[in-house]
């Protein structure tokens, strides 16, 4: 099974989700550390981002601009909900329509996270684009950031990531189900 992108921007809700040892190809991947309750600890966080750095994998820190500070993450990701714009640090956001990607453009994101490219099962979470209308959006915007798929993503319906017109593609609950998809996949 081959995906050729050019970045695998995985989520994760802590530290331990994810054994970044399975991550062989260097400068490929970015894990973005969304944990909404923000119990984990800073010096656990410090950690986990200079093992990423160590095997050159890019770590930003989900909608805490001043812990993306301390932990000294590469960048901070907006979820489509954060309307805030920050300075002075990368930015990359999430967006779920043509509003919700302009704003990120307003916020300075370089990269927008466009969901649900397949079908999910999360309650109250319904529509989805498929290949051919993401496609549309991502060939035919007058953008400036590169659009990235994301959600229902599975191992059943990865070979499809190849006819997307993106050079990366986004994990997140698969990542959590099977952790060893990273060493399969990629």
Not at 70 to 86: E, F, M, R, T
């Amino acid at each position: 099974m081959f995906i050729i992108k050019k970045n695998y921007y995985l989520y994760i809700d802590n530290t331990e989700s994810i054994n970044l040892d399975l991550l062989k190809r260097p400068y490929k991947y970015i894990v973005i550390y969304r944990n909404s309750l923000m119990n984990e600890d800073i010096k656990k966080l410090i950690n986990f981002k200079k093992k990423c750095s160590s095997k050159k994998i890019k770590f930003y820190i989900a909608n805490h601009y001043n812990l993306a500070k301390k932990c000294k993450a590469d960048g901070l990701y907006l979820s489509s909900h954060n309307k805030k714009i920050y300075l002075n640090i990368n930015v990359i956001g999430a967006g779920h329509n043509y509003k919700e990607i302009n704003q990120k453009i307003k916020q300075g994101c370089r990269i927008v996270l466009l969901s649900r490219l397949f079908d999910t099962n999360y309650k109250n979470k319904k529509g989805f684009y498929g290949i051919l209308k993401f496609n549309l959006i991502a060939r035919n915007h007058n953008f400036n950031p590169s659009i990235v798929p994301l959600g229902g993503i599975r191992g059943n319906n990865l070979l499809k990531i190849n006819l997307v017109y993106a050079n990366s593609f986004a994990l997140m609950s698969e990542l959590k189900k099977k952790p060893v998809i990273t060493n399969r996949l990629f």
